[in-house]
T-cell receptor, first 112, second 113 residues
Framework: DGGITQSPKYLFRKEGQNVTLSCEQNLNHDAMYWYRQDPGQGLRLIYY???????QKGDIAEGYSVSREKKESFPLTVTSAQKNPTAFYLC???????????FGSGTRLTVV | GQQLNQSPQSMFIQEGEDVSMNCTSSSIFNTWLWYKQDPGEGPVLLIA?????ELTSNGRLTAQFGITRKDSFLNISASIPSDVGIYFCAGQPPAGTASKLTFGTGTRLQVTL
């Protein structure tokens, strides 16, 4: 079955370390997105990519970086410059002409 | 970035009760979507609305696309414990454009037995 996979589900890191969250989709979707969700909060867009080798900053891109070398993959790196990285991270994908996004099951990142 | 205004922010209801929530925007959208997020999971699409005035049902869920194209409503009838979660609305510009979804702030639903 087609879908979008985020790994790992839970991630613990020490403060000051960079960490990379994986997002893979086999839906042949063109666009991919990263969102951050804090407890009791809505979804805030970090980065998005509409085609391979191209991506744009969202509303809260500072302290994050991404790459889009393959259509099916859109990894997110949380750098040490991100002041408050502990959060739930959601990846999503969509296709031009389709309605809505398909979301992954999320990665909960805890920085200690 | 813009977020759509969703209300109420949270609801505590008893099993069997009906639920209503709404979403408003300052912008016009061509499509309205409603998602549900179970605790610790990603949002899942419940209902999509494509035309102003449209009323669409999916089981116990009914959603409406407002006539002004600036709002949408979601109703859940006879709530059950598995309805617990966060409900998000989302507005989408015309399909095929390079525009992104705009999400609501979410309505957190708690159902007590």
């Amino acid at each position: 079955d087609g879908g979008i996979t985020q790994s790992p589900k839970y991630l613990f890191r020490k403060e000051g370390q960079n960490v990379t969250l994986s997002c893979e989709q086999n839906l042949n979707h063109d666009a991919m997105y990263w969102y951050r969700q804090d407890p009791g909060q809505g979804l805030r867009l970090i980065y998005y990519s509409q085609i391979v080798n191209d991506f744009q900053k969202g509303d809260i891109a500072e302290g994050y970086s991404v790459s889009r070398e393959k259509k099916e993959s859109f990894p997110l790196t949380v750098t040490s410059a991100q002041k408050n990285p502990t959060a739930f991270y959601l990846c999503a994908s969509s296709n031009w002409g389709d309605y809505g996004y398909t979301f992954g099951s999320g990665t909960r990142l805890t920085v200690v | 970035g813009q977020q759509l205004n969703q209300s109420p922010q949270s609801m505590f209801i008893q099993e069997g009760e009906d639920v209503s929530m709404n979403c408003t925007s300052s912008s016009i959208f061509n499509t309205w979507l409603w998602y549900k997020q179970d605790p610790g999971e990603g949002p899942v699409l419940l209902i999509a609305l494509y035309k102003a005035g449209e009323l669409t049902s999916n089981g116990r869920l009914t959603a409406q696309f407002g006539i002004t194209r600036k709002d949408s409503f979601l109703n859940i009838s006879a709530s059950i414990p598995s309805d617990v979660g966060i409900y998000f609305c989302a507005g989408q510009p015309p399909a095929g454009t390079a525009s992104k979804l705009t999400f609501g702030t979410g309505t957190r639903l708690q159902v007590t037995l």
